[in-house]
Each structure stands twice: as C-alpha cells, then as structure tokens.
Nanobody, 127 residues
Framework: QVQLVESGGGLVQAGGSLRLSCAASGRTFSSYTMGWFRQAPGKEREFVAA????????YDKDSVKGRFTISRDNAKNTVYLQMNTLKPEDTAVYYC????????????????????WGQGTQVTVSS
C-alpha cells in the first residue's frame, strides 16, 4: 500500500508562484514514476507533469510550458511541483499519483498508468 499526501496549495495572485509537495510512504519510492494531475470544476482530470524513477520528466507542454517544474527527492520520499507565473486557468485541485510499474514517456501522461492517488490540494489563482 502506498499513501500520498499533498501539501502546498493555496490562494495566489496571477503571476505568483507556489510549490506543491507530495510525501509518499513505501520503501521503494525511488522506483515509482510520480505524476501530477489537476482537475478544475466541471472538467476531467488532466495530466500536468511526471517524473520517472531516474529523474526523466515530461510535461503537458501546452498548458505549463516553461512555467512548471517537477522534481523529486528520493531520500525524503517526496515529489515537488514548482509552479511559476501562475494564471487563473491553473486554478484546480492538484493530485499526486504513483505508478508502481514500468512507464514510458508516453504512458507517464496517462491516468491509467497510476496505481495510487493522493487526496488533492486546492490551487486558486486570482486575476
């Protein structure tokens, strides 16, 4: 069983920054692919970013290009999402997810690749 706990969400003005954290349980955290997804009201949950066990990362380039950075600290069992130059359209509940099995650069963006999900943290960007 893997437990994921997100933190770091909040209310920020457009152009501001936030850093989300996701603390994971499990002795083999370093072998998981970790992802961030988000869900705005009335919309489906969408991919934001993911990072493989080796540190290779991929992003939803259309929505977060050049603004968001995903990273991980395996010693702390934590994955981060640094979000800069936030826009009102970034407003959503952000979810952390863990994939226990092998993923490719393509499958890292798929919800179906992930086995465990956190409870989410709200990010609200005001204009």
């Amino acid at each position: 069983q893997v437990q994921l706990v997100e933190s770091g969400g909040g209310l920020v003005q457009a152009g501001g920054s936030l850093r989300l954290s996701c603390a994971a349980s499990g002795r083999t955290f370093s072998s998981y692919t970790m992802g961030w997804f988000r869900q705005a009201p009335g919309k489906e949950r969408e991919f934001v970013a993911a990072i493989s066990w080796s540190g290779g990362s991929t992003y939803d380039k259309d929505s977060v290009k050049g603004r968001f950075t995903i990273s991980r600290d395996n010693a702390k069992n934590t994955v981060y999402l640094q979000m800069n130059t936030l826009k009102p359209e970034d407003t959503a509940v952000y979810y952390c997810a863990a994939a226990l099995f092998y993923t490719t650069a393509q499958t890292m963006a798929l919800r179906s690749a992930y086995n465990y999900w956190g409870q989410g943290t709200q990010v609200t960007v005001s204009s």
